[in-house]
C-alpha cells in the first residue's frame, strides 16, 4: 500500500497535517520576520504557544509557522486520505484546508495544503 | 381453496355484500393512469417537509459520529465516513428560516445540484408515492425564506400542508453560503 510521508501537529483542539514534502526543517526558535502562529491562522481558540517552528516556503521564500503539541513525521496510507466534500469547501474560511486522514474509519487529522497555507503571499490564481 | 359452510341465507347477503365492498379495487382510469411522484416525507423543527425520492440516495441512521470541521459555517455540521467515503452533513434550518432542533433524527443522503450530502432531518415520516394532481404550485404569501426553496405544497387539511423542497435548489444556495 502507498504511504504519503506527513508532518502532523497541534493547532488549538484539533491535529492537522502537512505533506512532509513542503516542510523544509523544524526549528525551537523563530528566524524569519515572516512567521505565524498555527492556532491563529486556523483561528483555533484556546491555543498555548507554540513549541516549535516549521519553516516553509511560498512564492516570496521562506516564513514559519508555530505549531503546539508534538509534532511528528509520519506515514499515513494513501488510501486512507480523503478530499473533503465540495460543500464544505464551499462554506469553510480556511482555504488550505483539503482533507481528513482516517485511522480506523475515524477521523484523525485535517490535512493543510501547504501552498494555500501562507498568509504572506496567497498562492497565485492558477 | 375455500372450503363452503353451511348456508345462512342473511349471514351470506350481509357477508357478501360487505366483502365486495371490502374488497372493491378502484379500476377507474383516472386511478390507474395519473402519474405519481416518489416524495420521502419528513420533519424539521416541528414543520413537514418533503424531498423528491429522486434525490435521496439513502436514509442513514442519525447516530452515526459526525466530525465537526474546524472553520467551516455553523449550518456545517460535519462530516461523516460512509462505506470508504467522506460526505458533509449539513443542517438546513437556517436556510429555511427554523428555528435549530436538538435530537439526532436521521440524515437523508441527497444528491442534486451536482453535489451529494447528508441533510439532518428531526424525524422520518415516510416514504410514499403521491399523485402529481396532489401536488399544488405554492402561493404567493408564502414565508420569504421558505419561497425561493419550495417546489410544490400537499395540502394534508385547510391548516396543514407538506412543502416539497426544491433540492437543487437548496444545495446551490447552500454552496453559495446561504444559511
Known sequence: MKRVALVAFDAGPYRYALEASRVERQRLEIDTERHMVAATLLGASGHHAPKRWLTLNDREGAWQLGVEGRVELIEWPAGTLHPLPPLVLARSTLPALCGVALDDHRVALWLLEADRLSPFAPPSPD | ?179
Open chain 2, 1 to 179: 381453496m375455500t372450503t363452503p359452510t353451511p348456508p345462512s341465507r342473511d349471514a351470506e347477503h350481509a357477508s357478501l355484500s360487505r366483502a365486495l365492498e371490502d374488497n372493491r379495487v378502484d379500476a377507474s382510469p383516472t386511478a390507474l393512469e395519473e402519474p405519481t411522484r416518489q416524495l420521502v416525507l419528513f420533519r424539521l423543527a416541528g414543520q413537514r417537509f418533503a424531498f423528491d425520492g429522486a434525490h435521496v440516495r439513502e436514509i442513514l441512521s442519525g447516530e452515526a459520529p459526525v466530525y465537526f470541521v474546524p472553520g467551516v459555517a455553523r449550518s456545517v455540521e460535519g462530516v461523516i465516513h460512509l462505506r470508504g467515503h467522506i460526505e458533509s452533513v449539513i443542517a438546513l434550518h437556517a436556510l429555511l428560516g427554523l428555528t435549530p432542533s436538538d435530537g439526532v433524527g436521521r440524515v437523508l443522503l441527497v444528491e442534486a445540484a451536482g453535489l451529494r450530502t447528508g441533510v439532518r432531518i428531526d424525524q422520518l415520516d415516510d416514504v410514499c408515492d403521491v399523485a402529481l394532481s396532489a401536488l399544488k404550485a405554492p402561493p404567493e404569501t408564502l414565508d420569504t425564506a421558505l419561497k425561493p426553496f419550495v417546489d410544490a405544497l400537499i395540502h394534508q387539511s385547510a391548516s396543514e400542508a407538506i412543502v416539497v423542497l426544491d433540492a437543487d435548489a437548496l444545495l446551490t444556495a447552500f454552496q453559495a453560503g446561504q444559511g
